[in-house]
Nanobody, 122 residues
Framework: QVQLVESGGGLVQAGGSLRLSCAASEGTSRNMAWFRQGPGKEREFVASITRSGNTIYYGDSVKGRFTISIDTAKNSWYLQMNSLKIEDAAVYYC?????????????????WGQGTQVTVSS
């Protein structure tokens, strides 16, 4: 069972930046992603990246502001979040899949972190 541990959440002002990190206990997953879930909302796809780094997808609401990256030597991936908006506030989850291209639904991912809170103030 792959274990994922997120870090880097916190409180930031609108317009600011945060960097989330996710560390996996082993490097067998083939696609790594970030999702988020706000209060009363469904879990939303944010970004994904293949282990090779060659294929990256972003959710429409974060394109141009967020960047996903991976460090395979550390079994880790990251989400750089810039120009944060109030509506970006949520619990952010990292996820990993045994499939190369599992799609953007949560069901395509096999392993999940515990979540890290991102709060954006005005």
């Amino acid at each position: 069972q792959v274990q994922l541990v997120e870090s880097g959440g916190g409180l930031v002002q609108a317009g600011g930046s945060l960097r989330l990190s996710c560390a996996a206990s082993e490097g067998t997953s083939r696609n790594m992603a970030w999702f988020r879930q706000g209060p009363g909302k469904e879990r939303e796809f944010v970004a994904s990246i293949t282990r090779s780094g060659n294929t990256i997808y972003y959710g429409d609401s974060v394109k141009g502001r967020f960047t996903i990256s991976i460090d395979t030597a550390k079994n880790s991936w990251y989400l750089q979040m810039n120009s944060l908006k109030i509506e970006d506030a949520a619990v952010y989850y990292c996820a990993a899949s045994r499939d190369v291209l599992p799609g953007i639904g949560p069901g395509g991912y096999d392993y999940w972190g515990q979540g890290t809170q991102v709060t954006v103030s005005s």
